[in-house]
């Protein structure tokens, strides 16, 4: 690292006022604040020093993703030789996923720090690091049958509309994966919900050879009992791609159809633990989002009408998005509440919308992205009236003391 320190500072000059690659600076700072700690130090001010900066931060996310993108990968590739009935190594399964996945995420990340970069130098500013993770985030949350130039088109969408305009990094009101996966809901439903769209049938670099079997469907869970003509809920069973029930353990383990991030509920826990583990994440808004889901399937357990009223919460909890959402996405430190009592608030409501989407939408049997967007809206608000209501505590306090005095 010493050598590599050194050569830095070496061609430093090069990119400093007055030479001649001058305007890439930003994009030579990028790399050295990434790759070393900054040594630069305030001069006025009451400031805390550490040695975890954002960029660092941004990291530990990332590691705690990989463990629900090394499992999403693996269930692609068997969701892929299930579906045209191979039976193949372990390996070969997780090297198909992970051989389907690359392309997404090249160019979510190519695009959006492409964009981020370009900013940062027309504005003569650092590049903000916060899309080490969204460029992570969006890839494994899309259909793994995505077309590419469709997350390239969105992720350039929302870099610039959700992101930039507003500022940048830290002045985003809503969460930008968020927005790429509301703006291809939308904007291409067809290539974004339905039975087709969750598993890769398509052979990739010949990893997978075979047509398709009989009787194939794609379909989630949640969009199984969405469609589902059966009376109640103990008269529904959930199905895998080859028409077999689907157990308890494969839906926490994540071998069902669905996006690459969201499937193992498992892995997400492990990505948990590290997020509160490292005080990166908040337990605070992802254990109220929980608690949220569960207030709001008691309720309309309560009243049920239909199947999906009647699911029990631990199903609501495993299957779609709603614990990668709980987790990953509902803790983003820039769009989530930011006060204490806020938080629990904001993971509440969360989880009381996303279980409501879920159960009278049946068109979008998921619910938690749109949840989450809801709630970026009222974050502000809800810090405000929370700030607001100690400040009047405290001027109580204070009026009573003096009162005694």
Request: proline content about 4%; hydrophobic content about 50%; overall charge neutral.
């Amino acid at each position: 690292m010493k050598a590599l320190r050194n050569y830095l500072d070496k061609i430093k000059p090069n990119f400093e006022e007055g030479g001649k690659l001058h305007w890439l600076y930003s994009t030579y700072d990028a790399f050295e604040t990434f790759l070393f700690v900054p040594n630069t130090t305030s001069k006025r001010g009451v400031h805390i020093h550490d040695a975890r900066d954002s960029k660092r931060t941004m990291i530990i996310v990332i590691v705690a993703l990989i463990p629900a993108l090394l499992v999403g990968m693996y269930n692609v590739g068997l969701q892929h030789y299930m579906a045209i009935g191979q039976e193949v190594s372990l390996l070969n399964k997780f090297l198909f996923g992970l051989i389907a996945m690359l392309p997404l995420i090249v160019v979510s990340y190519v695009v959006g720090l492409g964009i981020e970069f370009a900013m940062a130098q027309v504005k003569k500013e650092e590049v903000a690091e916060g899309f080490l993770v969204s460029g992570m985030l969006i890839p494994m949350i899309v259909p793994i049958d995505t077309p590419l130039w469709m997350v390239a088109v969105a992720t350039a969408f929302s870099v610039i509309f959700a992101k930039e305009v507003f500022g940048g990094t830290g002045y985003n009101i809503f969460n930008v994966a968020l927005i790429v996966r509301a703006f291809l809901f939308f904007s291409y439903p067809s290539k974004m919900s339905g039975d087709q769209v969750w598993v890769r049938t398509a052979d990739t670099f010949g990893m997978g050879k075979g047509s398709v079997i009989d009787g194939y469907s794609g379909a989630t869970p949640l969009g199984q009992i969405a469609t589902t003509e059966a009376g109640s809920f103990s008269e529904f069973t959930f199905h895998g791609i080859t028409g077999d029930p689907l157990s308890i353990s494969d839906m926490f383990f994540g071998f069902i159809p669905g996006s690459v991030g969201e499937v193992s509920t498992f892995a997400i826990l492990l990505g948990a633990l590290i997020l509160i583990a490292t005080g990166v994440g908040s337990w605070k808004t992802m254990l109220s989002v929980f608690v949220g889901g569960a207030v709001g399937v008691l309720l309309v357990n309560t009243f049920a009408q239909n199947v999906i009223m009647e699911m029990p919460l631990y199903y609501h909890f495993l299957l779609g998005g709603f614990a990668f959402g709980a987790v990953f996405m509902a803790t983003d430190p820039v769009t989530s509440a930011r006060t204490e009592r806020g938080k629990w608030i904001y993971g509440f409501l969360i989880g009381l919308m996303a279980i409501t989407i879920r159960v009278f939408n049946p068109g979008y049997p998921e619910g938690m992205m749109l949840a989450i967007l809801l709630m970026n809206a009222f974050a502000p608000l809800i810090d405000f009236y929370v700030i607001d209501a100690n400040i009047k505590r405290r001027l109580k306090r204070a009026a009573a003391v003096s009162q005694m005095a």
